[in-house]
Antibody
Framework: QLQLQESGPGLVKPSETLSLTCTVSGGSISSSSYYWAWIRQPPGKGLEWIGSIYYSGSTYYNPPLKSRVTISVDTSKNQFSLKLSSVTAADTAVYYC????????????WGQGTLVTVSS | QSVLTQPPSASGTPGQRVTISCSGSSSNIGSNYVYWYQQLPGTAPKLLIYRNNQRPSGVPDRFSGSKSGTSASLAISGLRSEDEADYYCAAWDDSLSGPEVFGTGTKVTVL
């Protein structure tokens, strides 16, 4: 059974960079059929797709966040990572990693999510 | 900010049928598949419907999806208490607003 697990600091200071890692177990991140995505949800609000990466390193991002987001992949560790720079309180959210069907808005496996709070 | 609009809430009594709408445009729902996600309180979203009307294995047939033009709907028949959750539609968007967009979300309450 495929499992995804987010890890990283739960508290980040304003203007700093948020960094999270998603570890994939029970399957290979190098599958040709899937992308790997980051999605976030501010407290009490809806879902926002952040960006996605293919095992080859090909990425695409949500335009409003594109200038601040970097997603990378480490196939040797079966992990992919998120970096979001210049964070503000508006970036406080539960961050989820998920497996995405290639070419689809189909997220079929999700991590449990991790709350990241931006505060001094 | 979302380009997919859903009613904020919907409700029904056990056994009733509840329908949730998702309104978009020609650049998203009008030209791409629609997906639906269920988010139970305090948990990660779960894929409920893919490619407009397909159910992943394990999803009860009480849940059904449909699409017409630039709108889509999720129907829950035989409503049960465990269906109380937030529901989100999603679609690929061909415009500059972003490849993947989620709907605004609908809270379903079982009365």
């Amino acid at each position: 059974q495929l499992q995804l697990q987010e890890s990283g600091p739960g508290l980040v200071k304003p203007s700093e960079t948020l960094s999270l890692t998603c570890t994939v177990s029970g399957g290979s991140i190098s599958s040709s059929s899937y992308y790997w995505a980051w999605i976030r949800q501010p407290p009490g609000k809806g879902l926002e797709w952040i960006g996605s990466i293919y095992y080859s390193g090909s990425t695409y991002y949500n335009p409003p966040l594109k200038s601040r987001v970097t997603i990378s992949v480490d196939t040797s560790k079966n992990q992919f990572s998120l970096k979001l720079s210049s964070v503000t309180a508006a970036d406080t959210a539960v961050y989820y990693c998920a497996r995405q069907g290639r070419g689809e808005v189909l997220f079929d496996y999700w991590g449990q999510g991790t709350l990241v709070t931006v505060s001094s | 900010q979302s380009v997919l609009t859903q009613p904020p809430s919907a409700s029904g009594t056990p056994g009733q049928r509840v329908t949730i709408s998702c309104s978009g445009s020609s650049s998203n729902i009008g030209s791409n598949y629609v997906y639906w996600y269920q988010q139970l309180p305090g948990t990660a979203p779960k894929l409920l419907i893919y490619r407009n009307n397909q159910r992943p294995s394990g999803v009860p047939d009480r849940f059904s999806g449909s699409k017409s033009g630039t709108s889509a709907s999720l129907a829950i028949s035989g409503l049960r208490s465990e269906d109380e959750a937030d529901y989100y539609c999603a679609a690929w968007d061909d415009s500059l607003s972003g490849p993947e967009v989620f709907g605004t979300g609908t809270k379903v309450t079982v009365l």
